[in-house]
DNA sequence: CATGAATGAGAATTCATTCAT
DNA sequence: AATGAATGAATTCTCATTCAT
């Protein structure tokens, strides 16, 4: 196996590179985050991310591709927590606080994608990447509220505009937690969100 | 009163950039968004924008504040509204509502600048002006939370992080409201949004 | 006329730039010619070509044309001379000399589009452009001659290449001429080309 | 002669590479022709190059030295056929014919280094490789010239002039040959040619 | 010897900002 | 006050060249 060295080497430059794509552009902005930036914080020449990645904009979708498909990873694997409802929910918000935490600097790469930019042409493009990642998330997550739906676990309503407000009210409470210096223990924060969204906030 | 009608004249050309630069940031991407295009859809000449505004900077975080101070009237209206806290909730998620609705471009720059861009100074800045007008709207929802705590009308939990919860989880129902052919109707929305926070999804 | 003013600035503006890159190219070819020369030698700034030509492409394709053009006309003009075939000979000779001398610089832009470089798509281009150009002044010489030869005048035979073989060897000589420190008068290469041309060079 | 293997070995890798060079140029023209596409043609690793030419400067003019001193050699021989300046002239020409056919892909690279390009170092530096090549060739034949005009054949004038003449006027209609899809039969042009040199064209 | 990954100087292009009219 | 032509800093990307393996 002489080529698996190379392929690891190759592997390794690839996530160097792509790790650093994701500090710069959480400490720049998507659109303020340069190649040398990028080069330097990886410690590499620019030319050598162009023998990796196609161009900037390859970059920048490998980079969060990479990023969503382990945060996808996560909140699948909560969905298959064996249980009702609630214990999915939980498991759903403990992966979510349990990514941002590892991912700190990638919210904002995230929030940069899901709202893309650019020309037509580029946003077509991202569009076409990135916005199934995501929507396929808010999917599962649908699937799973409609199945305890039929099962009478929970009261009937849309279950694709349920997905979104949890996602992203969970997301902001999350996000929150990662800017935060000393955040609340997770589990006052996942009985605050499950809490809420099982039982509402009705005393 | 001579003056006044330069100082009219003044209003109406702050207007109408900042409208410009509204829909131009709408529909390119905050990076996307140039000056020429921005002057182009004002209908005036690139340099009269730096007459108005000090530079792209200034335009952009004048453009935003403009805006978020009126969605920031509208909520406060609707957090004044007399009653139970559900007659508030429910006013604050019309008012956002109405707010995307006859702003539908706005969410994009409102994405934009919660999660800015730049380099550190530029970031600074905008920190400095953008995110206190988003906490302090935070901060009132929170504060009406707390009162409604108090009289017993809601559970004892963190009241900045339930606003949060409720802002973020709403405004993103809101917005793919906004991104909807054919949304269904306010009130349905609304009564889900409203429901699910006060009473939580258990049947 | 209020726009003719500006118009007179935008011709001026386009004829000092496509100068200067003749100059440019002149001296360090069409592959080492970068933006910046050319716009030093214009007294210009690197963006400002950029309000008048597309990109690079497009500054050196109209640099050539417009060139080309000039050469053309010549040409067709002496074409036009009244009298034998010999007068109309010596006529576009003396044409092509007055070319080349008024733009010594220009020969070598000339080879470089006769022969482009780049890529297919770029080569293709240019064909289209440049090479028509070239073609129609090779075509113009062969009906000419073969005027002449259906009135007699000179000998039949294929007129398309008896018009290159006239075009390049007397540029040849003429280039070198240009080249040279102390040309001889310009009779003295007329009479050789045209001379060898119709006489032959038997003694 | 132990040597002797290494050698063999040495002169075809500077065959090869050459010989890559050369169509890689043809191909994509001088600016175009990367060291990358070179050694892939010539089927070995960017860095062997270098062990064989100093840089690109270096493989590009041992690449036109070598091909010119090939034709050269043609023409050399051609001149030194026995008999009167006709019988010669006929023997040049149909050398050339013979060059450029076997050597379709050369001319580009003959044109681009007979109007050398890049930066003044660099075109010193060809000039003087390259253009005493060339000369030495016109010089050659202005020499067969001007014996023959001592001998009384051909009429006096300026023979150095004269064989640029005859060089450039042939290679054009050579060329243009070479990119004929179906050329008339080689005595065809060099009757042409030859016929049009010594007896003119006038019936 | 041969390799090809890594380098970084250098080129084209864009666009916020200025300033003469 | 309004204009928009001109500017040049900043950015992306390419490719000749080097050097550790």
Redesign the interface.
Same mark, same amino acid.
């Given at each position: 196996m002489a080529r698996s060295k190379e392929e690891v080497v190759q592997e390794f430059r690839i996530h160097t590179i792509r790790d650093a794509a994701m500090r710069v552009i959480a400490r720049?902005?998507?659109?303020?985050a340069t190649m040398q930036e990028i080069a330097d914080e990886a410690g590499v020449a620019k030319g050598t991310i162009y023998l990796y990645f196609k161009d900037r904009d390859d970059l920048v979708e490998k980079t969060f591709e990479s990023a969503m498909s382990d945060l996808h990873k996560r909140v699948d694997e909560a969905l298959e927590t064996e249980g009702t409802f609630e214990v999915k929910l939980r498991a759903v918000v403990a992966a979510q606080i349990g990514f941002f935490q590892a991912n700190r600097e990638f919210?904002?790469l995230y929030? @940069?994608l !899901?709202?893309? /930019?650019?020309?037509a042409q580029q946003?077509r493009r991202q569009k076409r990447h990135c916005q199934p990642q995501y929507k396929s998330r808010v999917e599962r997550i649908a699937a799973v509220i409609e199945a305890a739906m039929e099962r009478?676990?929970?009261?009937k309503?849309?279950p694709m !505009?349920?997905a979104?407000? =949890? =996602?992203?009210? @969970? @997301?902001?409470?999350i996000i /929150?937690r990662v800017l935060d210096e000393a955040p609340?223990p997770e589990e006052?924060?996942i009985e605050?969100?499950a809490?809420?969204?099982?039982?509402? =906030? !009705? @005393?």
């Open positions: 720049r902005g998507m659109a303020a919210f904002r929030i @940069s !899901r709202y893309p /930019e650019g020309n946003q009478g676990e929970i009261r309503m849309d !505009r349920l979104l407000f =949890i =996602i992203e009210g @969970s @997301s902001a409470v /929150e609340p006052a924060d605050l969100i809490g809420t969204i099982l039982g509402g =906030i !009705r @005393s």
